[in-house]
Antibody
């Protein structure tokens, strides 16, 4: 069974940085692309970033370019998202999601999400 | 960037009703369209891929159709467990934009 478990969320002050993690199990993590999707409370889904199986292809939604950094460690079966210069607009649940391909396609498994709350 | 829209934004129907949700892309995305179901407090769940492919384990009352710029998700006989918000998503190229969602509940 595919499992994705996010961690690293919490309450943080504006301007600080945070690193989110997603640990995968139940599938060959090193073979699949992975993504981060966020959802502000009561709002819709927003794709944030994706990374290919070998980290050669990385992409970001325009509004987060320069502040968000996605990475992965296949040996640790882990996906990461570093968020810098946090603002209240970054307050959201952050989900990691598994791609159906090694690069970018649709998302067939999702984690439960981790909440990032930015407030002074 | 390609924009995704959905209609209606919400709907209320009776158990057993047939429902259709529409998703439109601002440019041609061929059949690179997926549908997800999200229940309150849960992560999204993949229902349909490549516009009309039913994901394994999803009940056959769900179906998808369309290509290019207009797509539909149909629920042939609404069940109480189908109360959720439904999102479409383009996956041709980044950004992998989602539609704003359609909230479905029971009358």
């Amino acid at each position: 069974e595919v499992q994705l478990v996010e961690s690293g969320g919490g309450f943080v002050q504006p301007g600080r940085s945070l690193r989110l993690s997603c640990v995968a199990s139940g599938f060959a993590f090193e073979e699949f692309g992975m993504h981060w999707v966020r959802q502000r409370p009561g709002k819709g889904l927003e794709w944030v970033s994706g990374i290919s199986w070998n980290s050669d292809t990385i992409d970001y939604e325009d509004s987060v370019k320069g502040r968000f950094t996605v990475s992965r460690d296949n040996a640790k079966r882990s996906l990461y998202l570093e968020i810098h210069s946090l603002t209240t607009e970054d307050t959201a649940f952050y989900f990691c999601a598994k791609d159906v391909t090694g690069f970018f396609g649709y998302f067939d498994s999702w984690g439960q999400g981790t909440l990032v709350a930015v407030s002074s | 960037d390609i924009q995704m829209t959905q209609s209606p934004s919400s709907l209320s129907a009776s158990v057993g009703d047939r429902l259709t949700i529409t998703c439109r892309a601002s440019q041609d995305i061929d059949n690179y369209l997926a549908w997800y179901q999200q229940k309150p407090g849960k992560p999204p769940k993949l229902l349909i891929h490549a516009a009309s492919g039913l994901q394994s384990g999803v009940p056959s009352r769900f179906s998808g159709s369309g290509s290019g710029t207009q797509f539909t998700l149909t629920i042939t006989s609404l069940q109480p467990e189908d109360v959720a918000t439904y999102f479409c998503q383009k996956f041709d190229t980044a950004p992998f934009t989602f539609g704003p969602g359609t909230k479905v509940d029971i009358k």
